[in-house]
């Protein structure tokens, strides 16, 4: 028997699906705990795959659940199978999500990640698994996936939805455009909206609801991938259409890797990661994305704070990475957003294919911060207006780590992001959620180790009239915001500042009398 497992579940219904050696009717019990499940859902067909679909449930509420026939029951009624209904779209709770990549193996290897994961877990729930494609080696067969998934991951399945990305290695065994083989008889994905988002029409791309995160699962595989094509039409219609507070992406094939396979290459996996890179990317920064999550590369690498970047790698530029820094509330600070939807604030992008076999490749990619040919995992956690990554090994130990914070004080203002603060070299300044054609200034000082500004005492109304600077505050620079709303200002540091802790902040034009600031960069000039 295989299963049971849980699919497709929203805030008022989930599927449970299962298999049997041989031909029965299927039966799901389930009620408010392991010895009253009280209610039951059926269907008389004569079948080996088992597919229930339990509506009207409530919200945020668990229920536990039995899988059976009219004549026996085959497994449940105890603690270890339930399910958590999730929160209605748009509500701000805690959500725990545990993503795999490239994790079919069906291995030592993958055992020892999924191992490190339940330590780390100590049986908290988790809510959503995202994979992210290659979820079973090595041509996606069903005795593959048997293995691969069933075989490796039995409690979880029973307990929480996984939702998959289609694969190059899944595609083997199956076939996107006709949705047949393994990969598509095996999950039951949402194509008609059923859990938020859009409908698409096909299990190969799909988007869901989870509170307040919209999750958008792309296939670089086999759809389209043309501008106009089905896939890119919708994932346009899809971003227009969501007021999450969150977005998060993933696909199989990363716009950036410099691991097993290499994204400047663009012969490498038949031109797929250049196509996301140069299609999919820029419609997701223009809507805001926040994270962006691949596989392929059998190894881990994330970026800094990102918009932009459409070429290879030796295109970047300093003005695409809007924040140089770790991203670490216990480092450089969090990587800094508004909570409204505003263009070209800043995405990052994870490449997280090593959960079941590492490959090496030269990892130096420059739009990444940190890289690692190391087995693992990534969790995440989603707190209010925090979003907080960690790359788990196969040991149980966080190599990397960052936080996405949304503000509030963003909202009408504009964001300031820095990089390369050296004495006596120069600085790149980014601001970005500004209107295009305003001006913005940029300011900073050393008072004491605070940056002290009289948000009543002075106006922004380009000339930039600043009565009441403190006497070592400097301006580093003023500009024109471009048609994405963005400014890249360059202002070299004195030799003098090394050591100093400084502040910095900016602020656009047009705002009088109370001026339109930035967030407060606090450093130390090396």
Known sequence: MRGPYLQRTSWSETVIRWRTDF???????????????????????LTTEHEITVSGLLPETVYYYSIGSSTEVLAGGDADHSVKTSPPPGTDVPVRIWVLGDSGTGDANAAAVRDAYQSYAQGEQTDIVLMLGDNAYNSGTDEEYQAAVFDMYPMLLRQTTFWPAYGNHDAISADANTETGPYFNIFSLPRAGEVGGLPSGTEAYYSFDYGSVHFICLDSQESSRLPGGNMMNWLEADLDETGAKWVIAYWHHPPYTHGSHNSDNRSDSGARMFD???????????????????????????????????????????????DGGDGRADGNGAYLKPTRKTPHTGSVYTVA?????????????PAMFFSANQLGSVV??????????????????????????????????????????YAGLTATFT??????????????????????????????????FVPELEPLSRLAGYGTFDETGRCVIEKRIPFQYFGADVRFQAAMSGTCPDPCMSNIIRTTIR
């Not at 294919?353 to 990619?365: A, E, F, R, Y």
């Open 23 to 45: 031909e029965s009717d299927s039966v799901v019990m389930y009620g408010p705990s392991p010895d009253n499940l009280v209610n039951e859902v059926s269907d008389g067909t």
């Open 276 to 322: 996301m890179r140069e299609r999919a990317v820029p419609v997701l920064e223009a809507a805001n994305a926040d994270l962006v999550l691949n596989g392929h590369s059998h190894s881990y690498e994330r970026s800094y704070l990102l918009d932009g970047h459409y070429g290879t790698s030796s295109t970047l530029t300093p003005e695409m990475i809007l």
């Open 353 to 365: 294919g090593s959960s079941g076999l590492t490959s090496g490749g030269t990892l130096d990619h």
């Open 380 to 421: 995440i956690d989603i707190v209010g207006n925090d979003l907080t990554a960690q790359f788990l090994d196969s040991n149980g130990v966080v190599q990397d780590w960052y936080t996405i914070s949304k503000t509030d004080s963003l909202n009408d203002c504009v964001t300031l992001n820095a990089r390369d603060l």
């Open 431 to 464: 601001v970005s959620g500004g209107v295009p054609g305003s001006q913005t200034v940029v300011l900073w000082g050393v008072v004491d180790g605070t940056f002290q500004l009289n948000n009543g005492g002075w106006c922004v109304d380009f000339g930039f």
